[in-house]
């Protein structure tokens, strides 16, 4: 019995290394503002706008309090082998993934979901989406013990904020990779924060 418990442990821990590297690798990083660049009369002009910059994409909690239509995958049509191999593992997600239930808390109508032509495309990508969140959701339980006053909820939505950030930052390549490496391991009980051992 120790044995699987050692190979899951030593899979999570190496997933969870990966994971951190990723994270902390796109950490913003502070910057002081530069002063606008003056115009040939002398007078300061106003900074570009940045209005050109893409938009974070918003978690699904957003998205339901923003009644926004559920955005299209980041991605293309399978032409090569590495969309397929990404299909692949994100169809895998999905038949491990209870997708009806996301749906319903982000305030999305499955029934006008399914009307879209990409409908399968989302759904999956979705699943994905999920099943790397909660990864890195326990990869943050398992590396915090949280103050008894710190609400259960509240360190809910901090880590799924958190790793919602992360998942939304991954290359295809990573994605493919870390999503292979999570349904390697078994599915066990959904995230939960960890509190000192009460007497």
């Known amino acids: 019995m120790r044995g699987p418990r050692i190979a ?4 999570a821990l190496v997933i969870a290394g990966a994971l951190a590297a990723a994270w902390i690798a796109r950490a913003p990083v502070d910057r002081a503002p530069r002063p606008a660049p ?21 978690s ?29 593992l994100e169809d895998k997600a999905l038949r491990r993934i209870d997708v009806v239930a996301l749906l319903d808390a982000a305030g999305i109508d499955p029934r006008e979901l399914q009307r879209r032509p ?4 989302v759904l999956r990508h979705l699943a994905g ?3 790397l969140v909660r990864l890195y959701m326990r990869l943050q339980f398992g590396l ?24 939304a930052g991954l ?16 599915e066990g009980p959904p995230p939960e924060p960890v509190y000192p051992a009460t007497h």
């Open 144 to 167: 915090r013990v949280y103050p008894p006053d710190q609400p259960r909820e509240a360190a809910l939505r901090d880590a799924r904020a958190k790793a919602e950030d992360v998942v």
């Open 60 to 88: 699904a909690r957003e998205s339901a309090a923003a009644q926004r239509p559920l955005p299209a995958p980041r991605r293309g049509a399978a032409d090569s082998r590495a969309d397929a191999e990404l299909i692949a």
């Open 129 to 131: 989406d999920e099943l």
């Open 171 to 186: 290359g295809a390549a990573e994605r493919a990779r870390y999503l292979a490496d999570a349904l390697a391991l078994p």
């Open 118 to 121: 990409d409908a399968d495309d």
């Open 38 to 58: 003056a115009s040939p009369n002398g007078v300061a002009r106003e900074p570009a706008s940045e209005a050109g910059a893409p938009a974070p994409i918003p």
């Open 8 to 11: 899951f442990a030593a899979g």
